[in-house]
């Protein structure tokens, strides 16, 4: 069958944009040749609902094989006792702990999106603030850090069945203990959505939320580095406090709700290609150079803070304790829709975002966010973040400088050709 050129070549130019640009959308990564060879693989044919020795169709076992193989080592990598690697997205990890764990009008409480927060944890534009009464904290003003306090004052007041905790732009460390302590004391469960910093934290570089968190969600493709898609955790399979009944009526486990709640509940046929591949990935993850990878993307994340802060970029809570960083770039007269677009223009990749308190929409928004595990990944040290952060002051001083801004797209192309990515791929 002759090759589909429209989208190979299509395919073929994505390569070379990844190739010849600066990445730093933080909750990008570039994940290894063999785990994109594990996603395009004939794994992608199988049909496979249930779980493995469980499932509703023959033929299965061979992926209940490699489902399997993927269970084992994630569980490995967070010492967790259970896993489910079967939800499509972060979103459907967290959409399968609601249904698990929550009634339809449950009240939940999570960060506020404009303060940081993740859409799923419960924003009136997604399922989680219109299926459930979604309450919020948000950060301090002054110093950015979360606002531990009224999280606590809004839990004791509206008591929530549920408390979320995680962010997509957040650069700080979370005290899970604290935030357990009242969880405890309102009869809430506490979810960990720690897609972000999954890979600090299974390299032992930030808190460890599995025994403060009742249940941890993930996504795999972020600083885990592994292919787009989601997995739910626990340490601790711990009783089913609300009396939750599974779909015959009966009151189980968390884990076996857990699992009826991504099959049959909210999903079908789990993508078992990508199940492969988050099994490599998670094999890369227990080798010992993952963690000199995750070291890296911290002192990376902390060296380019430092170059912006040094050129009087303001940094929401002054820095990052992880892989990612919350410019304000209000005292550098852009918005942060248009400083996104001009940085794409010279090839330098990141994305728009409200900063705390933003006085500007969604869509135009104050800020920008930053990240470093991709130009990490593709082998970038500390001594190349003065000059990123030195090409991203450039564009951003010259935004309506055609020439500056071409000379600049120029000098990333030869930058990046020392960062080989996917020699394989020719
Ligand atoms: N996880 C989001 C991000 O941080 O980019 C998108 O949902």
Not at 63 to 78: G, N, S
Not at 117 to 139: C, D, I
Not at 214 to 238: A, C, E, N, Q, Y
Not at 269 to 289: C, R, Y
Request: charge should be neutral.
């Amino acid at each position: 069958m002759p090759q589909d050129t429209l989208v190979f070549d299509l395919l073929k130019k994505e390569l070379k944009r990844q190739r010849e640009g600066i990445e730093l959308i933080a909750s990008e990564n570039f994940t290894s040749y063999q785990v994109i060879q594990a996603t395009g693989s004939v794994a992608t044919n199988k049909y496979a609902e249930g779980y493995p020795g469980k499932r509703y169709y023959g033929g299965c076992e061979v992926v209940d094989e490699i489902e399997t193989l993927a269970i084992e080592r994630l569980k490995k990598v967070f010492n967790a006792n259970w896993a489910n690697v079967q939800p499509h997205s972060g979103a459907q990890a967290n959409a399968a702990v609601f249904l698990a764990c929550l009634k339809a009008g449950d009240k939940i409480l999570g960060l506020d999106l404009s303060m940081g927060g993740h859409l799923t944890h419960g924003s009136p534009a997604n399922f989680s603030g219109k299926t459930y009464q979604a309450f919020f904290y948000g950060v301090e003003r002054e110093s950015g850090l979360v606002n531990y306090e009224q999280l606590e004052q809004t839990a004791r007041a509206e008591k929530p069945k549920m408390i979320i905790c995680g962010a997509s732009a957040y650069s700080r460390d979370w005290d899970y203990a604290r935030i357990r302590k009242v969880a405890d004391e309102v009869g809430a469960l506490v979810l960990a959505d720690i897609a972000h910093p999954a890979g600090l934290i299974a390299s032992g570089l930030l808190n460890d939320p599995f025994d403060h968190c009742h249940i941890v969600t993930s996504t795999t493709h972020k600083t885990l580095r592994g292919p787009r898609g989601g997995v739910i955790m626990m340490r601790h399979d711990f009783e089913n406090p609300f009396g939750l009944k599974d779909p015959k009526g009966n009151i189980r486990s968390m884990s076996a709700l857990l699992d009826l709640a991504v099959f049959p509940g909210l999903q079908g046929g789990p993508l078992e290609h990508v199940i492969a591949a988050k099994a490599v990935a998670f094999g890369e993850i227990l080798d010992p150079s993952f963690k000199t990878y995750q070291e890296q993307v911290r002192v990376n994340a902390q060296t380019i803070a430092k170059a912006f802060t040094d050129k009087d970029y303001h940094l929401i809570s002054g820095g990052t304790d992880n892989h990612l960083m919350l410019i304000d770039l209000r005292n550098k007269n852009i918005t942060g829709k248009k400083a996104q677009e001009t940085l794409d223009r010279a090839h330098i990749t990141l994305n728009k975002n409200s900063v705390p308190y933003d006085d500007k929409s969604p869509f135009v928004t104050s800020g920008i966010r930053v990240g470093v595990p991709a130009i990490t990944t593709r082998g970038m040290k500390t001594e190349h973040m003065q000059i990123v952060a030195d090409m991203i002051d450039k564009v951003l001083m010259n935004a309506d400088n055609d020439q500056i801004i071409a000379s600049v797209r120029e000098e990333v192309k030869i930058f990046m050709q020392q960062f080989p990515l996917y020699p394989e791929l020719g």
